[in-house]
């Protein structure tokens, strides 16, 4: 069955492009022209949102905080699309929770090729909930476990902490998992410095005979394979490592 998409922006013609190119790529997709209006629907049947930022008196922004704080649709993905382009929009949809984001002018290729990434790395966990939820069972989780669904993203770099896989795009990464727990430390406090004795205890959690040469090779191995995000992988000398979100790194 195709997944389904609810694209939401209060310009009729740009609804009408991205419906058909969706629609050429095998989705079905219904549209809406306003917040208010996604607000009245039945939102359960949806696998992904696709949200303008800049509609009428409830912003994009603020409906998709609304949908993350809906208990029915928290975990459907979204994709904000926008005629911004700066590092603080970008910051604040991510924040929010969103899974990608698409500034305007685009090409509707590159909207359904980021759909399709995105439904690549979200679909089985949505349907894992949905099964759970149908059973009963995301209810009696406690919630620590119920954290594991959440997913950390920088950009086109996406971890999925629930099924431990990684994503640049809608390539899969390999990562072991000293790597992968690494990275997961990192994007969740983006800008954060983390000393090697921080590293030392929230990953390697007090193995004996774990070298400072260990974390140094581990992050030499993890740059490696996440280019072009290598490079926000920073070495503060003194302190220790964090994952910078600067757009003007050299």
Not at 186 to 202: G, H, M, N, V, Y
Not at 220 to 232: E, M
């Amino acid at each position: 069955m195709s997944e389904r998409i609810l694209v939401v922006d209060d310009e009729e013609d740009l609804c009408e492009i991205i419906q058909y190119g969706l629609e050429k790529a095998g989705f079905i997709v219904d549209v809406a022209y306003s917040a208010e209006e996604v607000m009245k629907m039945n939102l359960n049947l949806y696998s992904l949102f696709l949200l303008d930022v800049m509609m009428g008196e409830i912003s994009g922004f603020k409906l998709g905080a609304y949908l993350k704080k809906n208990e029915s649709t928290k975990n459907i993905p979204i994709i904000f699309i926008t005629a911004k382009d700066t590092e603080n929009d970008k910051l604040m949809g991510f924040s929010i929770g969103a899974d990608d984001y698409v500034s305007k002018p685009f090409s509707i290729n590159e909207v359904v090729a980021r759909v399709k990434a995105v439904l690549k790395r979200t679909t089985p966990v949505l349907k894992q909930t949905l099964l759970n939820k149908a059973m009963g069972i995301l209810e009696e989780k406690p919630a620590e476990e119920a954290g594991q669904y959440k997913r950390v993203s920088y950009e086109d770099l996406c971890l999925n902490l629930h099924n431990k896989t990684a994503f640049i795009g809608d390539k899969e990464i390999q990562l072991t998992k000293k790597e992968f727990e690494l990275l997961a430390l990192f994007l969740s406090k983006p800008d954060t410095i983390f000393s090697r004795e921080q590293l030392l205890a929230d990953v390697w959690k007090g193995e004996s005979y774990v070298l400072d040469r260990t974390i140094d090779v581990n992050i030499t191995r993890l740059r490696k394979k996440i280019v072009p995000y290598d490079r926000h992988i920073v070495t503060r000398q003194g302190y220790g490592y964090y994952f910078s979100t600067s757009s003007h790194l050299s």
